[in-house]
């Protein structure tokens, strides 16, 4: 059975498997079961005794020996403290029977890692997201089941090139400047900012630094930082009553014409119209 050594209350529970939603959880405190958690908006995470800033748009894999704690981080983007982090939880033994798909020791694997965090690129983010908002209005017990364990198989996919496959020559760990620029894309504190902004003072050149950005993310910068920039507007929109130039001016788009063609282009509506269907 899924316990928690504390008062935590999960949302939905059965024999093995279950799923919660939190905005914090500030208390210490262990489990017997494995989190799969999606990090939607920023949070300060202390695990094992280290504190963490995590940014949103990530991915965390918590085991039952670790002691954590999550904290909300104010944010502009989520006025009315929504959520920050959505966790799919399962026992060891149920958890063992999934990943034996990857392959049977997957689950010790994971175990004798250090910390399991990952930050996601805005495509794998926004498709966490919709997975577990869907999951979240439906009734469908046995769909359910399946639904959380995809989760759990998608989440572990996203660690095991890099827990399987040491790093070599051909398959290095992100450089420490690309991995700044994708923290600062990723933080509200650079939401307004211009690429340029972003990318001052680091020791590469700009065609050095698009080159090396689109081999480790899959994307060019621009690409990255305005899927970024329109999912923090999509947030606002459906958040907050602030007025959609004011919007526009937060992500860095002063041109209300420029705003609204790109964010159709994206969602297939106009911001105004995106507004109203989500109310």
């Not at 029977?97 to 175990?111: G, K, N, R, W």
Request: glycine fraction near 2%.
């Amino acid at each position: 059975m899924l316990t928690l050594k504390s008062n935590d209350q999960l949302e939905y529970r059965d024999d093995d498997i279950g799923y919660n939603c939190n905005y914090e959880f500030p208390y210490l405190h262990t489990h017997d079961y494995w989190e799969f958690v999606y990090v939607k908006y920023d949070i300060e995470h202390v695990i094992n005794g280290e504190t963490r800033a995590v940014p949103a748009n990530s991915a965390l894999i918590i085991r039952p020996a670790d002691r954590h704690l999550i904290r909300g981080v104010p944010n502009k983007l989520n006025p009315n403290k929504s959520p920050t982090h959505m966790n799919v939880k399962i026992t060891t033994p149920a958890l063992k029977e999934v990943l034996s798909q990857f392959c049977p020791d997957m689950t010790e694997i994971l175990a004798a890692q250090p910390i399991l965090e990952k930050h996601l690129t805005p495509e794998v983010a926004q498709l966490c997201d919709k997975f577990l908002t869907t999951l979240m209005w439906n009734s469908d017990k046995e769909k359910n089941m399946l639904m959380l364990r995809t989760h759990i198989l998608y989440i572990t996919s996203l660690f095991v090139e890099t827990l399987c496959f040491p790093p070599t020559e051909a398959n290095v760990q992100m450089p420490e400047e690309i991995s700044t620029i994708v923290k600062k894309m990723n933080s509200q504190d650079y939401l307004g900012c211009t690429i340029t902004q972003i990318v001052a003072g680091a020791n590469y050149s700009h065609m050095q630094l698009s080159r090396l950005f689109k081999q480790y993310t899959g994307l060019t910068m621009h690409e990255y930082f305005l899927n970024i920039k329109l999912n923090a507007a999509a947030t606002m929109l459906k958040n907050t009553n602030r007025l959609i130039l004011d919007i526009s001016n937060d992500i860095g788009i002063t041109s209300l014409s420029h705003f609204n063609h790109i964010f159709k282009e994206k969602y297939g509506v106009s911001p105004n119209r995106y507004r109203k269907e989500r109310v």
